[in-house]
Structure formats: C-alpha cells, structure tokens
C-alpha cells in the first residue's frame, strides 16, 4: 500500500506514462484530424469518392495519433497490447462487416419492385 503518492511517472512496471506534452499533442492532433473531416463535408468542397476517401484517410490518421500518443502501443515491446489491439481490430470488422450485410440483404428483400408498387397502389384506389 502506498503511503504518498510516487513522484516519477511510472507504474509499479517501470514502465512510463505519456507526459502533457504528449497528451496535449494527440489533443490537438485529434482536433484537427476531426475539424478537416467536419469543414470537408460541411463546405462541399470535393466530390463524394474524394470526400470519402479523405474522410476515410482522417479517421485512419486519428486512430494512429489516439493508439501512440493515448494508448501508447507503438512504445516498449509488450505483446499483450499489439494482441489485444488485434483481436478488437478482427471483433470490430465482423461486427461493421456483418451489419452492412444484414442491412444490404434487408433493403434488398424488403423493398417491393416498381410493378409490385404499381400493382399496390392500383388496387388501393377508389
């Protein structure tokens, strides 16, 4: 049990924590990567697959900043983190992949054909 507070920034691993800078770095780097991504679709300024695949280039830059300078995965040698990130990496990709399939097939079984509409909507009037 600690009786005060340590006053390095280590754990009881010796292994260190980011610093404000750092903190304050991935801040600031997070803010911009979402602000360009908000001011590209806000202003229109390029094409939708323009758009999309920098929107796509942010979040990917994002996520790099938030894994090195938050979660400190690109720092010290401990495999448990890089197995842990890969495993929520493959869980996260079933889970997107699995819903847009199931909404692609819902829309595409759900939704009448244009005759059957026609057809709907005929014997629907007076």
Do not use: E, K
Not at 16 to 35: D, N
Not at 63 to 86: E, K, M, P, T
């Amino acid at each position: 049990m600690y009786t005060h507070l340590p006053t390095s920034q280590t754990t009881p691993m010796n292994r260190s924590h980011g610093s404000i800078t750092s903190y304050t770095t991935g801040f600031i780097g997070s803010l911009v990567c979402t602000l360009l991504a908000y001011g590209l679709v806000v202003s229109h300024w390029a094409t939708l697959p323009i758009a999309i695949g920098a929107i796509v280039l942010l979040a990917v830059a994002q996520l790099g900043i938030q894994l090195v300078l938050f979660l400190h995965l690109g720092r010290g040698g401990d495999s448990w983190n890089r197995a842990a990130l890969v495993f929520a990496i493959i869980i996260v990709s079933i889970v997107v992949t699995g819903s847009l399939w199931i909404m692609y097939n819902l829309s595409a079984r759900m939704m009448p054909s244009t005759a059957q509409m026609y057809q709907y909507m005929q014997n629907q009037s007076w």
